[in-house]
């Protein structure tokens, strides 16, 4: 089929770069609701609005385009209102963990050169005596009031924006500078440009089949690539965020229930929160339609037990900082074998190579290091030409440190992170394949594993359980129901019964830490 136009104009041209987003979307749903937090809703005309308000502002108190600008504060809409408006003055937005200390902070603003930093109150005074040495530092916006040497973020909205435009920018420039979360060293900077972060959010919402009925919640950090994706694809296909600040189990469920949801985004850590929280039992949660997990390995029993629950697929995905955002999930009309991250998404290639040698490619069924490559892929590491030529080679294909296998039509599966990995005498054992087997327990809520050092095996897997609430869980009977599913090697030691378990501002379960903060449960 031909099309039979003759005009050389599109009638809906392709995004250059997020920062013409809200523009187009004010233009085609000017009063439809966007964003909603507990302060207040906006609608697509006010996200739009005050965007370009706060544009102007950072314009006028010399931000240019090119400059860095940190954002550092957890979720709330003054976080997705100075994004945009960063990006709609072709400045480079760099997104900061709010878990990260001063020592930290202070690092990546140096390394950056970042010129303005647009912080919570909170978070300002947290690292106050960090901010004195960054010599780069022109500029520093607070969301409060009355915060000694800070602008107020109020000042920036009361600007006029009703003129402004947003700046042209290549969508091959520069457009997000996010860091890692350095657990193995300082920090590295991904580079992200226009183009990745663009065709990130258009693909996912393409195979998560977002539209402009859509209502999502989630308590994903806007700061964090995966729910930087959450909130642009869903406004970029039309749809409403619902967006907390942190997550709460029995909140989450109400938010569900009073906003008639049709998607949930988190990772597995809350899911099993929400499967084992009392609110459950009376939560309508009948208005989802899909629900995503990423961030790490998810269980079978917890992917089963919140669909029966829901009504709806759990669609799994896989991504990282490098790729800003997903590079696999499952296509909601075509879902593909359980316990695999989906297939990767359109124009992005993926491969399973062998860690000691990735000339040579995996075949199926056999564990390898998950390579990809295609136009989400990170421009480089900032300032650091080396780490960047060891994670990306001269054929474009960057290393993830992730351990998969394929079925060989297109499936890929994520076994555990390489650093994660446990060499139990000689054996390789992986803390996610015990984790999926003991969170199918019911006594058990959270789970996570984590290694020791061991004089006879070099290393052995200790594991560290929330019991599920009403249940008593013995700590024998979880070793037993261990060895009738997992080989000898791959059994814990030992397994402690905790309170809670260390996680990262997303959510995600800090293996490092679980020997060092162990809570004895009551």
């Given at each position: 089929m031909t099309s039979t136009s003759t005009t050389q104009e599109r009638m809906f041209p392709p995004l250059d770069g997020l920062g013409q987003m809200l523009p187009r979307l004010a233009k085609r749903w000017p009063d439809k609701t966007a964003l909603v937090t507990d302060e207040r809703q906006h609608t697509f005309a006010q996200l739009d609005s005050e965007s370009s308000n706060v544009a102007v502002g950072l314009l006028r108190r010399g931000i240019d385009p090119g400059d860095?600008?940190?954002?550092?504060?957890?979720?709330?809409?003054?976080?997705?209102?100075?994004?945009?408006?960063?990006?709609?003055?072709?400045?480079?937005?760099?997104?900061?963990?709010?878990?990260?200390?001063?020592?930290?902070?202070?690092?990546?603003?140096?390394?950056?050169?970042?010129?303005?930093?647009?912080?919570?109150?909170?978070?300002?005074?947290?690292?106050?005596?960090?901010?004195?040495?960054?010599?780069?530092?022109?500029?520093?916006?607070?969301?409060?009031?009355?915060?000694?040497?800070?602008?107020?973020?109020?000042?920036?909205?009361?600007?006029?924006?009703?003129?402004?435009?947003?700046?042209?920018?290549?969508?091959?420039?520069?457009?997000?500078?996010?860091?890692?979360?350095?657990?193995?060293?300082?920090?590295?900077?991904?580079?992200?440009?226009?183009?990745?972060?663009?065709?990130?959010?258009?693909?996912?919402?393409?195979?998560?089949?977002?539209?402009?009925?859509?209502?999502?919640?989630?308590?994903?950090?806007?700061?964090?690539?995966?729910?930087?994706?959450?909130?642009?694809?869903?406004?970029?296909?039309?749809?409403?965020v619902v967006l907390m600040k942190r997550f709460d189990a029995s909140l989450a469920l109400m938010h569900i229930q009073e906003h008639r949801a049709t998607m949930f985004e988190?990772?597995?850590?809350?899911?099993?929160?929400?499967?084992?929280?009392?609110?459950?039992?009376?939560?309508?949660?009948?208005?989802?339609?899909?629900?995503?997990?990423?961030?790490?390995?998810?269980?079978?029993?917890?992917?089963d037990a919140w669909e029966l629950r829901s009504g709806a697929p759990l669609l799994e995905l896989w991504g990282m900082t490098e790729i800003s955002g997903l590079g696999a999930t499952h296509a909601l009309h075509a879902p593909g074998p359980q316990g695999s991250v989906g297939v990767a998404l359109p124009g992005v290639q993926l491969k399973a190579v062998r860690p000691d040698d990735p000339t040579r490619e995996c075949s199926p069924n056999e564990p390898g290091e998950l390579m990809v490559r295609g136009p989400i892929v990170m421009m480089g590491y900032f300032n650091n030409p080396a780490a960047t030529a060891e994670t990306i080679d001269a054929d474009g294909w960057l290393h993830t440190g992730d351990i998969s296998i394929h079925d060989g039509v297109g499936h890929f599966y994520i076994i555990d992170r390489l650093k994660d990995m446990i060499v139990t005498g000689g054996y390789n054992v992986y803390p996610a394949e015990?984790?999926?087997?003991?969170?199918?327990?019911?006594?058990?809520?959270?789970?996570?594993?984590?290694?020791?050092?061991?004089?006879?095996?070099?290393?052995?897997?200790?594991?560290?359980?929330?019991?599920?609430?009403?249940?008593?869980?013995?700590?024998?009977?979880?070793?037993?129901?261990?060895?009738?599913?997992?080989?000898?090697?791959?059994v814990p030691k030992k397994i402690h019964l905790v309170d809670r378990l260390p996680t990262?501002?997303?959510?995600?379960?800090?293996r490092r830490k679980l020997e060092a903060t162990p809570t004895p449960a009551s």
């Open positions: 860095r600008v940190a954002i550092f504060a957890p979720n709330r809409w003054e976080w997705i209102v100075a994004y945009h408006a960063v990006l709609k003055i072709g400045a480079v937005v760099n997104p900061l963990n709010v878990m990260l200390t001063g020592e930290e902070v202070n690092f990546v603003l140096k390394d950056s050169g970042a010129k303005a930093l647009i912080a919570s109150g909170d978070r300002l005074e947290a690292v106050s005596a960090a901010l004195d040495d960054v010599d780069t530092l022109a500029l520093v916006v607070t969301f409060e009031t009355g915060v000694k040497d800070a602008v107020s973020f109020s000042v920036l909205l009361a600007e006029d924006g009703s003129q402004f435009s947003p700046y042209p920018v290549d969508s091959d420039a520069l457009a997000c500078i996010a860091y890692t979360s350095g657990t193995t060293g300082r920090p590295k900077g991904a580079m992200q440009s226009h183009r990745s972060l663009v065709l990130n959010c258009a693909y996912t919402a393409a195979m998560h089949g977002r539209s402009a009925d859509d209502v999502v919640v989630s308590a994903l950090p806007a700061a964090h690539v995966y729910g930087n994706v959450v909130i642009n694809g869903t406004l970029m296909a039309g749809g409403q988190g990772v597995p850590a809350m899911y099993a929160m929400m499967l084992a929280d009392a609110a459950l039992e009376k939560a309508d949660i009948a208005s989802l339609t899909r629900s995503t997990v990423g961030g790490q390995t998810i269980a079978t029993s917890v992917i015990i984790e999926r087997v003991l969170i199918g327990h019911p006594a058990v809520a959270m789970v996570g594993v984590g290694r020791r050092p061991d004089e006879l095996k070099g290393e052995i897997a200790h594991a560290y359980v929330v019991p599920a609430p009403g249940q008593k869980a013995d700590t024998d009977e979880l070793i037993a129901y261990c060895r009738t599913r997992l080989a000898a090697y791959k990262t501002s997303s959510g995600k379960i800090m």
